[in-house]
Structure formats: C-alpha cells, structure tokens
C-alpha cells in the first residue's frame, strides 16, 4: 500500500516540528515546508532531517506565493496548515502581515489544494478566535470574537478555508488548540517566558495580567490527538477544540513553575506585557466533548509533570542559548 504524502506548513516551528516528528514515527512520508530565509535555516527541523532522511523532504519557501503553492501541493495527499503570524502583541504593531500571511496564505492553499484534490486539509487555528469567555467550558459554538488583529486574521483564515469545503467540496477540517507548551516553544509565549526568567535568574520575574485563565496542553499529548484524526471519516466541515478541559491562572501558573523549580522569586508586573484593556481575553477553558466523541478519552500528561520536562529541556545550555532572554521579544 502505498505510503500517504503529508505537507506540514509552518514545519519549523513548535508544533510544527513536533508534529513532523510524530507522523514519521507513524511512518507517513513527510513534506516539512519551511518559511524561506537567507540563513537557509530549517528552524526546529535542523536535527530532525538528520534522522529521517527517507522520508522527509524539506522545502523552503513562502504560503504568500499562489504559484509556490501550487508547485509544492502536486502528489500531496494531506495537509496540516500551521504556517502561520502568531504573536498576539506583534499583531498590534503589524497588522497587515497577519492579513498577508494568515488569510492570503490560506487562501493559496486551499486554491491549489482544490487543483491537486488534496484528500484531507486540516486547518490549524486556535482557541484566541473565541476571546474572552461569554460561558465556559468553552465549546464549537462559542461566538467567535476577534479581540486583536491576530485573532481575526485566524477567525478569517477558518472562514476562508471552510468557504472551500461548501463551495468547492475541499475535505477541509478546522482545529483549534488551546493553550499548547512544551519544548521548542517561543519565549513569546507565557511558560516558556516564565522558566527562561527563572533560569536566567533574575530578581523577580516580569510579566503582564497574572489574572487571566488559560486551558494548557502538553504540545506531544496535542500531535497524538492529530495523529488519531487522520483517518477519520466525517469530518469534513467540521470544526473540533483540542485542549485538557482544565484550567489555571497565570499566577498559579508561575507559582507551580517555581514550585518544580524550587525557587522563590519575586513577580513585577510590567505594563508594556499587558493587553490593551478591550483586547484582554480573560478566560479560555476547553469544552473537548466533541473530539473525545471521535477519537476516545485521550491519555495526557498532567500539567506538572509536563512543566517539569519543560523546564528540563530549557536547562540544556544547547536549547536555552537558542533564546535572546534579555528582552522582551513581542
């Protein structure tokens, strides 16, 4: 039988990489696209190909380019779309790149997914679509609020990308991942900003609403569930949470962070790491009844036990050098 062709967009990035990694342990042949730089550098992927040589293939080039899109798309049976502008702060500053990239980009490759008959187009969102909660937990049918210019470019992509599956009959199926962390993760995000503080050991650390709740999944207990919906049938113009469906403040957060650490430092709050007031979501907790009905109760790691290998590969000098932990990367 022959072995299912899958394009992983945004393949060098966190959950990029990760997910790259399961599907050639599940022994699918592996399209990694990679955004292209004058480094020539594959990001996360750079030890990856290293093992995997027969069945990854790594391009390099750019979602934004129709023509790019449809080149790379022929022979490809799947597609996992996370490339994506994901920075929340960023987007304040440049909004028009989450347009170009976000909505244009998806909008190539659901166009050239349509020409090549791609059989399966999964299209990687997020819980921000929904803002701050109106009811929790918080399920599919949650209204969609777009609080920052990130979250409506992704409210947009979904509905871009939806408007293929009606109008076209392109086998598209909408993810949206609560909360993920795990090695690999930007500092951009609060965990990983959380526990390069502390091993840079500062005095206290900086951060912005310790107020907020957020529902956080491991990033590998997130790929399994992936990797379990491949094969689904009838999930076609549909649209399934993926999260624990449990939740933590961000206070509790840092103080079970230091906890594993065994530190005790001090929390600074810092304006410029706070939302604008309209823009805050306070509150994102995952109703996961919906996808648990399709794929079975899922084994995950507790949040604890997934801290502790977090923080542990953020100790490896090699992984934590990576990391410009002086400043404040929007």
């Avoid at 040589?53 to 899109?69: H, P, V």
């Avoid at 795990?182 to 609403?209: C, F, M, V």
């Amino acid at each position: 039988m022959k072995s299912k062709i899958i394009l992983v967009t945004g393949a060098e990035g966190f959950i990029g990489s990760h997910l790259v990694e399961c599907l050639l342990k599940n022994k699918y042949k592996v399209k990694a696209l990679v955004l292209y730089n004058s480094f020539n550098s594959w990001g996360w992927l750079e030890k990856i190909s290293k093992k995997n040589k027969l069945n990854l293939e790594i391009i390099t080039g750019d979602i934004r380019d129709y023509i790019f899109c449809e080149n790379i798309i022929k022979n490809v049976d799947i597609i996992f779309n996370l490339a994506s502008l994901i920075s929340i702060p960023y987007s304040y500053e440049a909004a028009e790149s989450f347009i170009d990239t976000n909505i244009k980009g998806t909008f190539n490759l659901c166009a050239a997914s349509k020409k090549s008959k791609v059989k399966n187009f999964f299209h990687i969102s997020t819980s921000e679509v929904y803002g701050s909660a109106i009811y929790t937990p918080i399920d599919e049918r949650h209204p969609l609020q777009p609080q920052s210019p990130y979250s409506a470019s992704k409210i947009s992509s979904e509905a871009i990308a939806l408007s293929f599956f009606y109008t076209y009959s392109l086998p598209v199926t909408v993810i949206r991942p609560f909360n993920t962390y795990g090695p690999r993760q930007s500092a951009r995000a609060i965990i990983p900003n959380i526990i390069s503080q502390l091993i840079s050991k500062k005095k206290y650390i900086e951060i912005g609403n310790i107020k907020s709740i957020r529902d956080f999944s491991f990033v590998l207990d997130q790929c399994n569930d992936l990797m379990k919906i491949i094969n689904k049938k009838k999930i076609y113009g549909q649209i399934f949470n993926l999260g624990s469906g449990t939740s933590i403040s961000i206070e509790n957060l840092i103080n079970l962070i230091c906890k594993i650490s065994k530190k005790n430092i001090k929390i600074k709050t810092d304006k410029q790491r706070f939302r604008p007031k309209k823009s805050e979501v306070n509150e994102l907790v995952c109703d996961n009844r919906k996808i648990t009905k399709l794929i079975g109760k899922s084994k995950r790691l507790s949040l604890e036990k997934g801290l502790k290998q977090t923080i542990e590969w953020f100790k490896i000098k090699d992984n934590f050098d990576k990391y410009k932990n002086d400043i404040y990367n929007i």
